[in-house]
């Protein structure tokens, strides 16, 4: 079992960085796939970026490559989301999820994860 609390949701200017992390109790946390997802309102939930397990390459959306950057401290059981540049478009609940079995091409569906946070609210706005 595995319990995922996201931290460092806000309201930033447009062009502005927040730095969200996802904080993991349980074993082996290294040996999960660990991605963010976003939903804004209204619209389905959008796959962001992935790290998959003991592999810290990130795996990027179009939508936030060369913006957006995922990384993991397994030791301190927490992947971190630094997002730069942001856009107005980039305001929705971020969401982290984990899952054991996660194969490269399942990577952006949300129901390949089996953990799921409670989320953490970005607002880019001016």
């Known amino acids: 079992q595995v319990q995922l609390v996201e931290s460092g949701g806000g309201l930033v200017q447009p062009g502005g960085s927040l730095r969200l992390s996802c904080a993991a109790s349980?074993?082996?946390?290294?040996?999960?796939?660990v991605a963010w997802f976003r939903q804004a309102p209204g619209k389905e939930r959008e796959y962001v970026a992935a790290t998959r397990r003991n592999n810290s390459n990130g795996v990027y959306a179009d939508s936030v490559k060369g913006r957006f950057t995922i990384s993991r401290d397994n030791a301190r059981n927490t992947v971190y989301l630094q997002m730069n540049s942001l856009y107005v478009e980039d305001t929705a609940v971020y969401y982290c999820a984990a899952g054991q079995r996660v194969i490269l091409s399942s990577l952006g569906r949300w129901n390949a994860y089996d953990y799921w946070g409670q989320g953490t609210q970005v607002t880019v706005s001016s």
């Open positions: 349980g074993r082996a946390f290294g040996s999960y796939t």
